[in-house]
């Protein structure tokens, strides 16, 4: 069943806002994915809490404005799994004022960080985990590296 902010499993409850939002949209993706809920859950929640501790301010505010659970499709339908996201390169782009990190056709970041080098990191962890690759573009667009994992 996926959860929305109004929701979602009580363990969730005493999580601050942003990182139960999170914990939300990771673990609804999880389960789109084939995971068990009861795997989904602990899963998603430590990787939204590292999320937090690792983004900066600006990544934070983005999110908790523009970031949203993936809400429940038609009369809580399961939504369309997505298997090929997992098979996309990743990408560290220029992105309003700092870098961002995003799937190859993703029409919006995953993560978006004030430094250059933090975004790199996260993008290399991400690239690593899936096993794709890794293409780092300077500021002009160009590209400056690319990483296989």
Do not use: C
Request: glycine letters at 6%.
């Amino acid at each position: 069943m996926p959860w929305t902010m109004d929701d979602y499993p009580s363990s969730l409850k005493n999580l601050d806002k942003v990182v139960r939002k999170k914990t939300i949209d990771i673990a609804n993706s999880m389960i789109d994915e084939g995971y068990k809920e009861d795997q989904a859950i602990p899963i998603a929640t430590s990787q939204a809490k590292e999320w937090y501790n690792n983004a900066g301010h600006r990544e934070i505010n983005e999110y908790e404005k523009n970031g949203k659970p993936s809400e429940r499709s038609e009369a809580g339908r399961k939504h369309e799994s997505n298997p090929e996201r997992l098979r996309e390169a990743e990408q560290v782009v220029a992105h309003e004022g700092g870098w961002a990190v995003k799937s190859n056709n993703a029409k919006r970041p995953s993560d978006v960080f004030d430094e250059k080098d933090d975004a790199i990191k996260r993008g290399r962890e991400i690239a690593n985990n899936k096993g794709t690759k890794l293409t780092i573009y300077k500021q002009d667009g160009s590209v400056q590296e690319e990483q296989l994992y």
